[in-house]
Nanobody, 115 residues
């Protein structure tokens, strides 16, 4: 069983930055593909970043060039650096871990971008 705990959310002004963290318990973190998703009020949950076990990363156009996903396998932690934040980035951000048939989600952390 893997538990994922997100942290780092909060209130930030437009144009500002935040770094989210997702700490994973359990084994095999380094073998897992890690994701960040977000869900804004009244909208579907959407993928914002993915990092593979080998370090491959991918982003949708909506965040490309502004968000950066990274991982520290020694700390069992994945990060999401968010720069040049926009009001439309306001959402609950969720961490996800996938390996083989195993699929885990965190409970989310709220990011609010507002002046």
């Amino acid at each position: 069983q893997v538990q994922l705990v997100e942290s780092g959310g909060g209130l930030v002004q437009p144009g500002g930055s935040l770094r989210l963290s997702c700490a994973a318990s359990g084994s095999f973190f380094s073998l897992s593909t890690m994701y960040w998703y977000r869900q804004a009020p009244g909208k579907e949950r959407e993928l914002v970043a993915v990092i593979g076990s080998g370090g491959y990363t991918n982003y949708p156009d909506s965040v490309k060039g502004r968000f950066t996903i990274s991982r520290d396998n020694a700390k069992n932690t994945v990060y999401l650096q968010m720069d040049s934040l926009l009001p439309e980035d306001t959402a609950v951000y969720y961490c996800r871990s996938r390996r083989d048939y195993f699929d885990y989600w965190g409970k989310g952390t709220l990011v609010t971008v507002s002046s």
